[in-house]
C-alpha cells in the first residue's frame, strides 16, 4: 500500500488514523532534508517515498542538489506545479507519514471551489474546451497496426485462441476469437484512438473486464469508458462452432462512470455522426470527467464524513440510553441493599435489648458472637460499605462507537 493517495472514503474506523495534507506540505517535506535521511526518520525505504512522491506530481531535488548546498554553492528548487485537472488538492497520508502531519494538517476542501489554477478553469466546459483544443484533430485507424499497449493484451488472448483452435483434435468445441466480427473490430479502433490520445496527453489508461472498455486515470481520480451495443452479449466465451450472433441493431455507444455532474456530457451514439468522427470530442470529455469527478468526491467525502458523524452520534446515544438503565437498576439495588442492611441492624439492636430486658434469656457470650456474625453480613450487604454505590455514583466512559 501506497503512503500517500488512496481512497476518498471516510468511513472505515481504520482511516481515522489517516490525514490530509496539502501538496505543498509535501513539496515541503521533500526539500527539507535529503531522501535517505527523510526515509530513515520515517520508517520507509527511500523508493517507496520517492515513489509516492513522484507518483502525486511532486518535484524532488535533483541528484548533487543536497552537496551543492552544503558545499554553499547556489541551487534552485524546481517549483510546484499548478494543480492540474483530477489532481486531488488536499492528499491522504498514511502510517508514519501522517503521523508526521498529524498536528499540522491541510484545510478542509469546500465542494464550491474555488478550483482555478493555470491549469484548470473554473468551468467545466471551458476545461472540455481547453482540452479539445490540446488534443487537435485525432483519426480512427482503419487497421490497427501500432495498437495501444493496453489493448495488446486482447489481441494475444486471441491468437492464443486461435493457435489452440489450428492445433486442437476439436476445434469446434475450443473458445472462439473475441474481435474477429467487424463489430468488435471497431470498438477496438475506436478504444485505440482514444486510448493513443489520452496516454499522449499524460492519462494513464488500462482495460478492465472482457471487452475493450477501459479505466482512464485523469490527475487521482478514474473514469471508466464502456464502448458497447446496448443489450448486446459478451463472446467472450462463444466456442469456435457456433455461429455468429446478428449483428446488433442498436447503435455503438459510448458511456462514461461514474456519477458526473447533472447536464455533463457523458454518452454518445452513432447517430448521423459516427462516434470515430467524434473522438477528440469524447477525449476532451475524460479528461474534464476526471475534474469532474474529483470536485464530486469532495462533496460524497463530506456527506460520508456527515453519516459516519451521525452513526457515531447515534451509537453514542444508544449507549448513553443503556447506561443510564443499567445505573438505575444499579440506584434500585443500592436502596434495596441498603433497607435490608438497615433492617438487619434494627434486628440486631431489638433482639439486644429485648435481652438486657429480660424478655429473651441468652447468654452473653453467644450474644456476643450472633451481633458480629449479623453485623458482618449487614456490612457486608450495605451498598456504601460494599462499594456497589459506585455502580451509579461515578459514571463509566463510553465505550468506542467504531
Known amino acids: 500500500m501506497s503512503i500517500i493517495g488512496g481512497s476518498n472514503s471516510t468511513w472505515w474506523p481504520k482511516q481515522q488514523a489517516e490525514v490530509r495534507v496539502s501538496r505543498a506540505q509535501l513539496y515541503d517535506l521533500a526539500w527539507s532534508a535529503p531522501m535517505r535521511q527523510l526515509s530513515a526518520e520515517l520508517g520507509v525505504s527511500e523508493h517507496r517515498l520517492t515513489a509516492a512522491l513522484r507518483k502525486h506530481g511532486i518535484p524532488l531535488p535533483q541528484a548533487g542538489y543536497w ?65 479539445l483544443k490540446q488534443i487537435g484533430k485525432v483519426s480512427v485507424p482503419r487497421k490497427l497496426e501500432r495498437p495501444h499497449r493496453a489493448l495488446q493484451t486482447l489481441l494475444r488472448r486471441d491468437e492464443r485462441r486461435l493457435d489452440k483452435i489450428a492445433t486442437s483434435r476439436f476445434p469446434k468445441w475450443e473458445l472462439a476469437p473475441v474481435f474477429e466480427p467487424p463489430e468488435q473490430q471497431r ?22 473486464g472482457e471487452e475493450p472498455g477501459f479505466r482512464v486515470t485523469v490527475g487521482d481520480h478514474q473514469v471508466q469508458v464502456h464502448i458497447r451495443h446496448p443489450g448486446e452479449t459478451s463472446l467472450a466465451h462463444r466456442r469456435h462452432g457456433d455461429p455468429f450472433p446478428a449483428p446488433p441493431k442498436e447503435p455503438l455507444r459510448i458511456e462514461l462512470y461514474p456519477a458526473l455532474p447533472e447536464g455533463f456530457p457523458r454518452m454518445w451514439e452513432d447517430r448521423e455522426v459516427k462516434l470515430e468522427a467524434v473522438v477528440a470530442d469524447i477525449a476532451a470529455a475524460i479528461i474534464a470527467a476526471g475534474e469532474a469527478r474529483y470536485r464530486l468526491s469532495i462533496r460524497e467525502r463530506l456527506q460520508q464524513q456527515a453519516e459516519m458523524e451521525a452513526w457515531c452520534e447515534e451509537r453514542r446515544q444508544e449507549a448513553l440510553t443503556k447506561c443510564n438503565q443499567e445505573r438505575l437498576a444499579a440506584l434500585h439495588r443500592s436502596a434495596e441493599l441498603l433497607r435490608t442492611a438497615e433492617d438487619l441492624r434494627a434486628l440486631i439492636a431489638s433482639v439486644s435489648t429485648a435481652i438486657e430486658q429480660g424478655r429473651r434469656d441468652l447468654d452473653p457470650a453467644t450474644l456476643a458472637e450472633w451481633k458480629q456474625w449479623a453485623a458482618e453480613e449487614a456490612d457486608r450487604i450495605d451498598p456504601v460499605l460494599s462499594g456497589q454505590v459506585d455502580e451509579h455514583l461515578i459514571v463509566k466512559p463510553l465505550g468506542g462507537s467504531g
Do not use: S, Y
Open 67 to 131: 552537496n551543492k548546498l552544503q558545499a554553499g554553492k547556489p541551487v534552485q528548487r524546481t517549483p510546484l506545479p499548478a494543480r492540474k485537472p483530477g489532481q486531488d488538492m488536499l492528499l491522504l497520508v498514511h502510517g508514519t507519514l501522517a503521523d508526521r502531519f498529524r498536528e499540522d494538517q491541510g484545510r478542509g476542501e469546500n465542494p464550491e471551489g474555488p478550483f482555478t489554477t493555470e491549469n484548470v478553469p473554473e468551468d467545466l466546459d471551458q476545461l472540455r474546451q481547453d482540452a
Open 187 to 208: 470498438k477496438l479502433r475506436i478504444a485505440d484512438a482514444l486510448m493513443q490520445v489520452l496516454t499522449r496527453l499524460g492519462h494513464h489508461c488500462e482495460l478492465w
